[in-house]
């Protein structure tokens, strides 16, 4: 039986320049680089510049993306951007990204998911390739965290930064089973009565502000480790894969203690576990591409491999979704 299934044919990220290191904040705040490293493994982050914009992020590692998959806008039939973080309530970052790189073909939305964000706008590419509706699609995840910080909430504001990361998708065929190249299967989880454990306090329908980010960091914490192991087993068993038979785990990167507890809880080599969150703290959607880009480029992850990308974010959400590269 052939299928269609979405390769990936590319990947690309971006970071601003302005680096923020944990002892830059404790010179703003009452916090240490002990602290921070013991907690989360954060080192630093990546920050943007006064009017820097969510798009402009986007659009970078968008050129990235397609400039690795080696082909043009006008190969692209759709953009979805994830992220929680846009320029404007409306219209999304995908129409301006869409706009600026010229594309006047196919269509373009966001996705608001939080931190799960690039997962689920991976799950709709896909979905929308497998049922034959487009051919292309680029995927991106792109946040400005550091805007949405409460800098005075010393539990918060250092976990986070920006960046954006993205993969340009293209149908291409298979057999239907796991030793298929491209996107094998995705799943996608919600809770909505967690709703308090991660949040902003403000919107356009409530406060008519951007508010701040809240959080109940030791509540996150359990329910991460559990929910992401549930969402890794559950796409394993989709293709029918063991998980010792994946090569790569691409996380959300959120807090380095999640990632080591997840990989304990699995019975995952440690050594399989891509972690950029020393260097990039907790970037949100953007987090899971900024890895995948950063493991491609320096060749940890190679052709034939199976890559397993999984997220949690505020909602809550969580899911995961298995890539034969
Ligand atoms: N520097 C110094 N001290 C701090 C800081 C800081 N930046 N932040 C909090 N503290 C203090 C607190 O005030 C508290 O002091 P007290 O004991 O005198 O009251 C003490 O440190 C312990 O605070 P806790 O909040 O209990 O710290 P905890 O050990 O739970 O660590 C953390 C906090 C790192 C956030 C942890 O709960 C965690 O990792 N949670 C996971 C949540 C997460 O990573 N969220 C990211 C977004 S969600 C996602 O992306 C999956």
Redesign the pocket.
């Known amino acids: 039986m052939t299928v269609i299934r979405s390769h990936v044919i590319g990947c690309g990220a971006f970071l601003p320049n302005t680096i923020v290191t944990n002892a830059d904040?404790a010179a703003r705040?009452?916090?240490?680089d002990e602290?921070?490293r013991t907690?989360?493994g954060i080192r630093q982050r990546h920050v943007a510049a006064p009017g820097e914009k969510t798009s402009d992020l986007a659009l970078a590692a968008a050129h990235a993306a397609l400039a690795n998959a080696n082909c043009t806008v006008q190969d692209i039939d759709m953009i979805v951007v994830a992220t929680t973080t846009p320029d404007q309530t409306f219209p999304s970052v995908a129409t301006m990204v869409q706009a600026r790189l010229g594309m006047t073909r196919g269509f373009a939305f966001d996705v608001q998911a939080?931190?799960s964000g690039f997962i689920y706008a991976l799950s709709v590419a896909d979905n929308f390739i497998k049922t034959g509706q487009i051919r292309s699609a680029l995927v991106i995840g792109a946040e400005t965290m550091s805007r949405l910080m409460d800098w005075n909430d010393?539990?918060?504001?250092?976990?986070?930064g920006d960046g954006a990361g993205a993969v340009v998708l293209n149908a291409g065929e298979g057999a239907g089973t796991a030793a298929d190249r491209g996107v094998l299967n995705t799943r996608l989880f919600s809770d909505g009565r967690l709703h308090d454990l991660?949040y902003v306090d403000g919107g356009p329908s409530t406060t008519g502000t951007t508010g701040h980010l809240r959080?109940q960091?030791?509540e996150?914490?359990k329910h991460?480790v559990t929910n992401i192991t549930a969402a890794i087993e559950a796409s394993a068993a989709a293709s029918g894969v063991a998980i010792a038979d994946i090569d790569w785990f691409v996380p959300?990167q959120?807090?380095q203690?999640?990632l080591d507890g997840t990989a304990k809880k699995l019975g995952a080599d440690p050594a399989k576990i891509i972690s950029t969150v020393a260097l990039h703290g907790?970037t949100?959607a953007a987090?899971v591409p900024l890895a995948l880009a950063t493991a491609v480029a320096d060749g940890r992850i190679k052709p034939g491999q199976l890559v397993l990308l999984e997220?949690?974010?505020?909602g809550m959400t969580w899911g995961a979704g298995l890539i034969r590269w």
């Open positions: 904040l705040m009452e916090t240490s602290w921070i907690r989360t939080v931190c010393r539990s918060t504001c250092v976990l986070f991660l959080m960091g030791k996150v914490f991460a959300h959120a807090n203690r999640i907790n949100s987090s997220a949690l974010g505020g």
